[in-house]
C-alpha cells in the first residue's frame, strides 16, 4: 500500500522544478521572485484571431487606382479648347472643369470617405484618401454648388466634358492586400530569454496574468519527463514514506499493527500532496492549503510527537510544489510546530479556535519578518500578500467536522468522543451505577488507578480512563454473580457447579463486547473489554472444581478467558489495575505491608502469565506502577505510614 500511494504521489508531484505558480484573477500583486525567462517566450495566435486579423487588414488595405492616360488627355484637349473660347460659357466651363481635372477624378467605389488609395503612376505608388479624389456624381453636385441656375445652360457640355481619370485595379489591389497579410506576426507576443517578465511586488492586470500563466504552461509542456525522472520520483518519495514506515515500526508499535491507524497516516501524506497538486492545476493560492490542519488531525487520534513527525513529512513533499521552497518550509514549520504545542494536550474543542487564532497570528507575522529580512520588503507591505494565509487559518476550522467524520469512517475514538463518553451521566454508566453499583464503584476505583499510572508512564489518560469506567459493562446481565454486587446477601454460585459459575464470569467479556457495540462504543474502548482479563483463569473456581472433581476430567479452557491480551500500555495498565483493585476489596486487614504484598502479587502473577508480552511497557514502568498502586491504594484504605521508633 505504501509503495502503491509513492507511486501516484510520485505522478502528481511537479514534471520539473517550479520556478513559479500560475496565477488568478484574485491575484493582484506578484508576491514571487522576479520572473526571469529561462527560454524564449513566444505565443502563437488563434487560427479564429489570425483570421480576424486578416479580414481586417483586408478592409483596411488602401484601393490601387492606375491612371487613365487616354481620358487625361481628353481632358486636357478639352481645357485646351475652353481656353480659346472668350464667351462666358467657356469661362464657366473652363473655371470648373480645370478645378475638377487638377483634383482628379475617381471611379467610385463604396468605401469610407476617408478609406486609403494608391494611385499607381509612372511606375510609382503614391498615397492618398478617397474623398481628395472627384466622382463623376460628386463632381456634378460641386458644379450645381457653384453655379446654381447657370448650371443649367451648361449641363450639357459639361456631362460631356467629365470623364474617370483615376480607374479601379482589382489586382494591384489584392496584391498591395496579400503583401500585408504576408507581413502580419504569426504570435501575439515575444520576449527573449534572459528577459524579465514581471517583477516581485509588481501589480496584476489580466494580461499579465494572461503572459504568467501561459509562460508557466509553455515551460511545463516543453520539459523532458522521461521514465527513468518518474522512477527517480517515485524511490525518493518512497524513502520518504518509509521513514514514517520505520518510525512507526520502532517507536509506534500500536500504530504499527493497526491497519486503519497505519492506512490513515499515510493517506493524509498522500492527500496534501493531491491536494496541492489540484490548487496549483487551477492556479489557486498553494499557500491557502490549510497545511497546519494535518498535525492537529493526527494528534486528535495519535500522540503529539507522531502528528509533529508526519507534518514534516508532508512539508517536505508540500514544497515539491512551491517556488521559493526555503520561504515555504521555514513559514509552514514555525506556525505548524508552535501550533501543534498549543494543543499538545487537546482535551476541549475551544482549543481549535485558539489553534486557528495562533495560526493565522504567526503566518503574519513570520511572512512578514521573513521578507523583510530575506526579500525585497514590498511584499511585505501588501495586504493581498497576506490573503492566502487567512484563508489557510480559516479552513483550519474544517477540522470540526472532519474530526467527526473521520471518526466514523475509521472508527477512531478522538479525546473530545473520550471526554463524551467518560460523562458519568452517559446512559450506560447511569445504567452500571442503578444496576450493580458495586461494579459502578470498582470501575470508578480503577479509573482513578490507571488514570495516575498512565499520567506518570506517559500515555493517553482520558483513553485509560474511559476505557476502565466501560470493561465492565458485560456484568449487566449478571450482576449478582459478582461479588462486588453481593453485598450481605446468598451467594448464588452456592447452587452452581464451578465449571457453570466459570462460564457466567468468563461470559461477562463477550456480553460487555455486546452491549459495546448496541450503544456504539468506539473500537479502542470495546479492546479494554476484551482484554482486562487477557488470557488468565478464573482461578478461585478453577480451584475448587480440582477438589471437588480432580485434575483427570480437567478441561483448563473452560476456566481461562478468551483474551487477547493486552497490547498497549492503556491496556496493559488497566488490566494491572482491575485486578489490584478486585483483590484489595478481600484483604481482611488494610495496612502498608498487606497492600504493598499484594500489589506485587498481583503483578507478578500477570507476568509470569505472560499477559504483558505484547504490551509496550518495560520494567521501569511496571516499577513505578507498583509505587503508584501502593501509594494510591493506601490513600483509599485511609493507611498510615508505620514510622520507625
Not at 199 to 223: C, D, M, T, V, W
Not at 518 to 535: A, N, V
Not at 613 to 635: H, P, S, V
Request: charged content about 20%; hydrophobic content about 45%; glycine content about 4%.
Amino acid at each position: 500500500m505504501v509503495l502503491l500511494l509513492a507511486v501516484f504521489s510520485a505522478w502528481l508531484l511537479p514534471r520539473e522544478k517550479v520556478h513559479a505558480n500560475r496565477v488568478n484573477a484574485f491575484s493582484a500583486v506578484w508576491n514571487e521572485a522576479d520572473l526571469v525567462l529561462e527560454r524564449d517566450f513566444f505565443m502563437r495566435k488563434a487560427a479564429a484571431e489570425l483570421e480576424r486579423e486578416k479580414q481586417q487588414v483586408m478592409l483596411a488595405s488602401p484601393l490601387v487606382f492606375e491612371e487613365n492616360a487616354t481620358e487625361l488627355k481628353r481632358q486636357d484637349s478639352v481645357l485646351a479648347n475652353l481656353r480659346q473660347r472668350s464667351d462666358v460659357t467657356g469661362r464657366y466651363l473652363l473655371n470648373l472643369l480645370d478645378t475638377i481635372v487638377k483634383t482628379g477624378i475617381i471611379e467610385e467605389q463604396e468605401v469610407p470617405p476617408v478609406h486609403p488609395v494608391l494611385i499607381f503612376r509612372n511606375g510609382v505608388y503614391e498615397s492618398y484618401q478617397y474623398d481628395g479624389f472627384f466622382t463623376i456624381q460628386s463632381a456634378i453636385k460641386y458644379i450645381e454648388q457653384k453655379e446654381g441656375s447657370a448650371y443649367k445652360k451648361v449641363e450639357r457640355e459639361l456631362l460631356e466634358a467629365l470623364g474617370v481619370i483615376y480607374v479601379h485595379s482589382p489586382a494591384r489591389t489584392r496584391l498591395i492586400a496579400e503583401e500585408r497579410i504576408n507581413a502580419l506576426s504569426l504570435y501575439r507576443y515575444f520576449y527573449p530569454k534572459g528577459s524579465v517578465l514581471i517583477r516581485q511586488g509588481e501589480p496584476l492586470n489580466n494580461e499579465k496574468r494572461f503572459l504568467i500563466n501561459n509562460y508557466i504552461y509553455q515551460h511545463q509542456q516543453a520539459s523532458n519527463y522521461t521514465f527513468l525522472q518518474f522512477m527517480a520520483r517515485w524511490a525518493f518519495v518512497s524513502l520518504l514514506f518509509g521513514v514514517l514506515l520505520l518510525y512507526l515500526y520502532f517507536f509506534r508499535k500500536p500504530f504499527f499493527g493497526n491497519n486503519l491507524q497505519f492506512i490513515f497516516l499515510f493517506l493524509c501524506l498522500f492527500v496534501v500532496v493531491l491536494s496541492c497538486h489540484i490548487v496549483s492545476s487551477y492556479n489557486l493560492y498553494l499557500y491557502a492549503l490549510p497545511y497546519v490542519m494535518l498535525p492537529v488531525l493526527v494528534r486528535v487520534f495519535y500522540d503529539s510527537r507522531t502528528a509533529l513527525f508526519t507534518y514534516l513529512l508532508s512539508i517536505l513533499l508540500a514544497a515539491f510544489f512551491q517556488t521559493d521552497k526555503l520561504q515555504f518550509t521555514l513559514i509552514q514549520l514555525c506556525v505548524g510546530i508552535i501550533t501543534l504545542f498549543s494543543i499538545a494536550e487537546i482535551r476541549r474543542r475551544t482549543q481549535l479556535i485558539n489553534a486557528f487564532i495562533i495560526s493565522l497570528v504567526l503566518y503574519v507575522f513570520t511572512f512578514f519578518i521573513y521578507q523583510i529580512g530575506f526579500e525585497k520588503s514590498i511584499v511585505a507591505f501588501k495586504l493581498w500578500s497576506y490573503l492566502p494565509f487567512i484563508i489557510s487559518s480559516i479552513l483550519l476550522l474544517l477540522s470540526f467536522p472532519l474530526i467527526y467524520s473521520i471518526e466514523k469512517v475509521f472508527r477512531f475514538s478522538s479525546d473530545f468522543t473520550l471526554l463524551e463518553l467518560s460523562d458519568l451521566n452517559h446512559p450506560l454508566l447511569r445504567e452500571l451505577s442503578d444496576k450493580i453499583p458495586g461494579t459502578f464503584q470498582h470501575s470508578l476505583q480503577v479509573a482513578n488507578l490507571a488514570e495516575e499510572a498512565i499520567y506518570y508512564i506517559g500515555g493517553n489518560t482520558l483513553l485509560v480512563r474511559t476505557g476502565a469506567l466501560f470493561h465492565d459493562i458485560g456484568k449487566l446481565k449478571n450482576g449478582k454473580y459478582f461479588i462486588e454486587n453481593q453485598g450481605n446477601n446468598r451467594n448464588p454460585h452456592e447452587d452452581l457447579e464451578p465449571e457453570e459459575s466459570a462460564a457466567i464470569i468468563i461470559g461477562h467479556i463477550i456480553t460487555g463486547i455486546e452491549i459495546a457495540r448496541q450503544y456504539q462504543l468506539p473500537e479502542s474502548i470495546i479492546d479494554f473489554i476484551r482484554t482486562h482479563h487477557g488470557t488468565t483463569s478464573v482461578g478461585y473456581f478453577l480451584n475448587l472444581y480440582k477438589k471437588v472433581h480432580g485434575e483427570r476430567t480437567l478441561d483448563e479452557q473452560k476456566f481461562r478467558y478468551p483474551g487477547p491480551i493486552p497490547f498497549s500500555k492503556e491496556t496493559a495498565v488497566l488490566m494491572l489495575a482491575d485486578g489490584v483493585e478486585a483483590a484489595s476489596r478481600s484483604l481482611k486487614v488494610h495496612d502498608a505491608l498487606t497492600i504493598n504484598d499484594l500489589v506485587d502479587k498481583i503483578i507478578d502473577y500477570k507476568i509470569q502469565q505472560n499477559q504483558l508480552i505484547n504490551a509496550d511497557i518495560t520494567f521501569k514502568d511496571i516499577t513505578l506502577i507498583r509505587k503508584i498502586f501502593k501509594r494510591r491504594l493506601m490513600n483509599i484504605y485511609h493507611v498510615r505510614i508505620e514510622y520507625p521508633r
